[in-house]
């Protein structure tokens, strides 16, 4: 599975923004579909995951009731709608792939696509 994450960009704080994260190469199918990111001088966090069916999410306390992964199967995508963004949210944001749900350890998810810069000005 290729990976490619975009939407990035500069945002005041307050905005929202949606990221996408498109697939390729092998098959989608059964894919658990996560999204971490990586502030400058941090260790890389988990952000959100999504089953394949799209029916069960699961979020970082950080995120929790700001941010939305869903997934399009047809589309081969995954998106992350991110709303009330802060500068706390300034990161590269990664999206990932494994078989395993509910993973939210970077060591855990096989497929990985480049990153995509999101900053947030105060």
């Known amino acids: 599975v290729q990976l490619q994450a975009s939407g990035g960009g500069l945002v005041q704080a307050g905005a929202s923004l949606r990221l996408s994260c498109a697939a390729s190469?092998?098959?989608?199918?059964?894919?658990?579909l996560g999204w971490f990111r990586q502030a400058p001088g941090k260790e890389r966090e988990f952000v959100a995951g999504?089953?394949?069916?799209?029916?069960?999410?699961y979020y970082a306390d950080s995120v929790k009731g700001r941010f939305t992964v869903t997934r399009d199967n047809a589309k081969n995508t995954v998106y992350l709608q991110m709303s009330s963004l802060s500068p706390e949210d300034t990161a590269v944001y990664y999206c990932?792939?494994?078989?395993?749900?509910?993973?939210?350890?970077?060591?855990?998810?096989?497929?990985w696509g480049q990153g995509t810069q999101v900053t947030v000005s105060s």
């Open positions: 999504i089953s394949w069916s799209g029916g069960s999410t």
């Open positions: 190469g092998r098959t989608f199918t059964g894919y658990i």
């Open positions: 990932a792939a494994n078989k395993r749900y509910g993973s939210r350890g970077e060591n855990e998810y096989d497929y």
